[in-house]
């Protein structure tokens, strides 16, 4: 450790580091959401009609190749790109693990993501360079996600599960005012001033995550690659790649949540500005301002989860980390309902009650707080040291192959009723929660047990 480096600093029981980590995703989050909050509406208005389509370099060949089996509409064809963005933004962060396992080091692999980010998004702001821009975005991404999450796992011991969930939970909550404040901003620029102005304020925003995180560069604990330390890394034991294994298994389980959810952030906002009533004693209210909704409806939810949590650790009656990624998909479900039940009891076309839609978001926004952070905390502390980055990373495979299947699922929100799309995504949210329940006993057995014990079992 260097003289530079503080990482013992503390602040609220919690190291300092923490704090940069969270602002550093704040910002990052703030320019991501904000961008996406504009994605969806951005292609079905404006890049996908004629006069704009011609110009992108490639959109051709790409909806060519979707349309391999079927012609499809610009909606479903939006749909499609955003899934399979979504998703391969998710499936990146194992290379990036690897990379700052073997390469670069945490430090400097985040500090690329967050240039090749910024790149990303400043290329957002043309058409020509669509696709350019979002291969960008996918590559910073992949160095920036899960290394930023990895490095706040390493702030805490092992033994310390509580406090580094509520650490996660701290972290998670920075991402979601950056969610909740992205989209108010893009949004309303975009509204005023164009698509591009807006795609370019998130650009400026990128750069602020970068300077957060090199201002908090001395509180974090020194970080190079396995590679520079000259360490020669052991074989995993029998009961490290038993522990890997069941890992892989919980990050499997989350997927029907991971298709669920994210769906409000695509056909969601399609949703409100076709069939809500956004009128308002201002004015019509931009349908990109719900991309902050289930994020507020996160940041409503965390200190009330802080305190809750903290009270049932006390009693022995917490919800180990399975159960609350369980309860976070139970809530997924019953989220989507509220939309289907929206669009079912609406008088007419366009005019479900707005209540509704917030309504459904919050709830998303509370789901997402019980099972992601959860899920983190639970990869961090229980992944084999020596692969800790690269499990971190593998922890997005979840939402990468739930993302690209979102997409597929997406493209039919046309072939049928919003009351019966909504019903849909609450069933697949359900079945991943009734399989969590029936499989928490025995991967959380497996979990609990120390490596030391279930070596000698092997």
Same mark, same amino acid.
């Given at each position: 450790?260097?003289?530079?480096?503080?990482?013992?600093?503390?602040?609220?029981?919690?190291?300092?580091?923490? /704090?940069?980590?969270?602002?550093?995703?704040?910002?990052?989050?703030?320019?991501?959401?904000?961008?996406?909050?504009?994605?969806?509406? /951005?292609?079905?208005?404006?890049?996908?009609?004629?006069?704009?389509? *011609?110009?992108?370099?490639?959109?051709?060949?790409?909806?060519? @190749?979707?349309?391999?089996?079927?012609?499809?509409?610009?909606?479903?064809?939006?749909?499609?790109?955003?899934?399979?963005?979504?998703? @391969?933004?998710?499936?990146?962060?194992?290379?990036?693990?690897?990379?700052?396992?073997?390469?670069?080091?945490?430090? =400097?692999?985040?500090?690329?993501?967050?240039?090749?980010?910024?790149?990303?998004?400043?290329?957002?702001?043309?058409?020509?360079?669509?696709?350019?821009?979002?291969?960008?975005?996918?590559?910073?991404?992949?160095? @920036?996600?899960?290394?930023?999450?990895?490095?706040?796992?390493?702030?805490y011991p092992a033994e310390a599960e509580s406090l580094r969930s509520r650490g996660f939970t701290i972290f998670s909550t920075g991402i979601n005012i950056g969610a909740v404040a992205g989209p108010l901003v893009t949004g309303t620029v975009a509204a005023i001033y164009g698509w591009h102005t807006g795609f370019g304020v998130a650009a400026?925003?990128?750069?602020?995550?970068?300077?957060?995180?090199?201002?908090?560069?001395? /509180?974090?604990?020194?970080?190079?690659?396995?590679?520079?330390?000259? *360490?020669?890394?052991?074989?995993?034991?029998?009961? *490290?790649?038993?522990?890997?294994?069941?890992?892989?298994?919980?990050?499997?389980?989350?997927?029907?949540?991971?298709?669920?959810?994210?769906?409000?952030?695509?056909?969601?906002?399609?949703?409100?500005?076709?069939?809500?009533?956004?009128?308002?004693?201002?004015?019509?209210?931009?349908?990109?301002?719900?991309?902050?909704?289930?994020?507020?409806?996160?940041?409503?939810?965390?200190?009330?989860?802080?305190?809750?949590?903290?009270?049932?650790?006390?009693?022995?009656?917490?919800?180990?980390?399975?159960g609350k990624i369980a309860i976070g998909m139970v809530l997924i479900s019953l989220a989507a309902l509220v939309l289907a039940a929206g669009s079912a009891l609406a008088p007419a076309p366009g005019r479900v009650a707005v209540a509704w839609a917030l309504g459904g978001f919050l709830a998303m926004g509370l789901a997402w707080m019980y /099972?992601?952070?959860?899920?983190?905390?639970?990869?961090?502390?229980?992944?084999?040291?020596?692969?800790?980055?690269?499990?971190?990373?593998?922890?997005?495979?979840?939402?990468?192959?739930?993302?690209?299947?979102?997409?597929?699922?997406?493209?039919?929100?046309?072939?049928?009723?919003?009351?019966?799309?909504?019903?849909?995504?609450?069933?697949?949210?359900?079945?991943?929660?009734?399989?969590?329940?029936?499989? =928490?006993?025995?991967?959380? =057995?497996?979990?609990?047990?120390?490596?030391?014990?279930?070596?000698?079992?092997?």
């Amino acid at each position: 450790m260097t003289e530079q480096n503080q990482p013992s600093a503390t602040l609220g029981g919690h190291p300092k580091a923490l /704090y940069f980590l969270a602002f550093t995703e704040l910002w990052e989050r703030f320019s991501f959401y904000g961008m996406t909050s504009l994605l969806a509406l /951005y292609m079905v208005k404006q890049l996908l009609l004629p006069g704009h389509a *011609e110009h992108v370099a490639g959109l051709l060949s790409l909806r060519h @190749l979707f349309e391999a089996r079927a012609p499809m509409t610009n909606l479903a064809f939006a749909a499609m790109i955003y899934g399979w963005y979504s998703g @391969l933004v998710y499936f990146t962060p194992i290379a990036g693990g690897w990379i700052a396992d073997r390469v670069l080091g945490a430090n =400097r692999t985040v500090i690329l993501g967050a240039l090749l980010m910024g790149a990303g998004h400043l290329a957002m702001s043309f058409d020509f360079s669509f696709l350019v821009a979002l291969l960008l975005l996918i590559l910073g991404s992949g160095c @920036l996600k899960g290394n930023i999450s990895a490095q706040v796992g390493s702030l805490y011991p092992a033994e310390a599960e509580s406090l580094r969930s509520r650490g996660f939970t701290i972290f998670s909550t920075g991402i979601n005012i950056g969610a909740v404040a992205g989209p108010l901003v893009t949004g309303t620029v975009a509204a005023i001033y164009g698509w591009h102005t807006g795609f370019g304020v998130a650009a400026v925003l990128m750069l602020v995550a970068l300077v957060t995180y090199l201002f908090g560069q001395r /509180y974090l604990p020194p970080s190079r690659p396995l590679g520079e330390r000259r *360490e020669r890394r052991a074989a995993l034991t029998a009961a *490290e790649r038993r522990r890997i294994w069941v890992l892989f298994a919980v990050i499997a389980l989350t997927i029907p949540a991971e298709i669920a959810y994210p769906m409000v952030w695509s056909l969601g906002i399609i949703w409100v500005d076709q069939q809500v009533n956004l009128a308002s004693a201002l004015g019509t209210v931009p349908a990109s301002w719900f991309n902050s909704v289930d994020s507020f409806g996160s940041i409503l939810a965390a200190p009330v989860l802080l305190v809750l949590w903290r009270w049932q650790a006390g009693r022995g009656s917490e919800p180990n980390s399975l159960g609350k990624i369980a309860i976070g998909m139970v809530l997924i479900s019953l989220a989507a309902l509220v939309l289907a039940a929206g669009s079912a009891l609406a008088p007419a076309p366009g005019r479900v009650a707005v209540a509704w839609a917030l309504g459904g978001f919050l709830a998303m926004g509370l789901a997402w707080m019980y /099972y992601w952070p959860t899920l983190l905390a639970l990869v961090s502390k229980s992944a084999p040291r020596s692969v800790t980055g690269a499990m971190m990373g593998a922890a997005f495979l979840s939402p990468f192959i739930a993302h690209t299947m979102a997409g597929w699922v997406g493209s039919f929100y046309d072939q049928m009723s919003p009351a019966t799309f909504w019903t849909m995504d609450a069933g697949i949210a359900a079945l991943g929660a009734a399989l969590m329940f029936a499989l =928490r006993g025995r991967l959380g =057995r497996v979990l609990d047990e120390p490596l030391a014990v279930a070596a000698g079992r092997s």
